[in-house]
């Protein structure tokens, strides 16, 4: 079975700085890895996904994630941070034939 | 332009009470969900249709049960509603095939039993 660990909850990060959202899974065969946020009273919202080929995957919001298939991770970044970036955040993995699987969450706030 | 839309997005009711979560998609997607958000915010999903056939049911009390009736509509029906079933239930939907493909959520519904 597969399962995502996000090993923080919660990170704080000053506007203007960059951020990363660290995400490491486990699964059989190859992985198709999903990042998702979460805004207050919101539904989850897709950022980006990994399926194959380059390993930094450019998403929504100039939000990136970078596969690292020898360490099992996917972190979430982003170059300078915005207070509107504050939300919660979702890494999901699943397998070639399998239901997404999330991990427990991270809450990122921006503080100005 | 709503790709995935539930309602109500809030309820209130009663224990013991039957409560039913609607939802639609207009993506052409042929497979749909049900996720269940507890209060630590955890997500896990409850069904899977593919094309109006339950595909995934995992530990859920018969209490709870989902109806298609067309590949456009997901409808979660409760039954004898309890305290524990306080949470948010997403519905969301994807084109059926490979594990790759982006699964869309909507904005979700958030039920309170009292």
């Known amino acids: 079975a597969q399962s995502v660990a996000q090993p923080e909850d919660q990170v704080n990060v000053a506007e203007g700085n960059p951020l990363t959202v660290k995400c490491t899974y486990s699964?059989?065969?190859?992985?198709?890895l999903f990042w998702y946020v979460q805004y207050p009273n919101r539904g989850l919202q897709f950022l980006l996904k990994y399926i194959t080929g380059d390993n930094l995957v450019k998403g929504s919001y100039g939000f990136e994630a970078e596969f690292n298939k020898s360490q099992t991770s996917f972190h979430l970044k982003k170059p300078s941070a915005l207070v509107s970036d504050s939300a919660l955040y979702f890494c999901?993995?699943?397998?070639?034939?399998?239901?997404?699987?999330f991990g427990s969450g991270t809450q990122l706030t921006v503080l100005p | 332009d709503t790709a995935v839309s539930q309602t109500p997005k809030y309820l209130v009711t009663q224990m013991g009470n039957d409560k039913s979560i609607k939802c639609e998609q207009n993506?052409?997607?042929?497979?749909m969900y049900w996720y269940k958000q507890d209060s630590k915010k955890f997500l896990k999903i409850m069904f899977s249709y593919n094309n109006k056939e339950l595909i995934i049911n995992e530990t859920v009390p018969n209490r709870f049960s989902p109806k298609s009736p067309d590949k456009a509509h997901l409808n979660l029906h409760i039954n004898s509603l309890e305290l524990g079933d306080s949470a948010v239930y997403f519905c969301a939907s994807s084109p059926s095939g490979g594990g790759g493909n982006t699964i869309y959520f909507g904005e979700g519904s958030w039920l309170t039993v009292v």
């Open positions: 993506l052409g997607h042929d497979t």
């Open positions: 699964v059989s065969g190859n992985p198709y």
């Open positions: 999901a993995v699943r397998p070639a034939q399998g239901q997404l699987t």
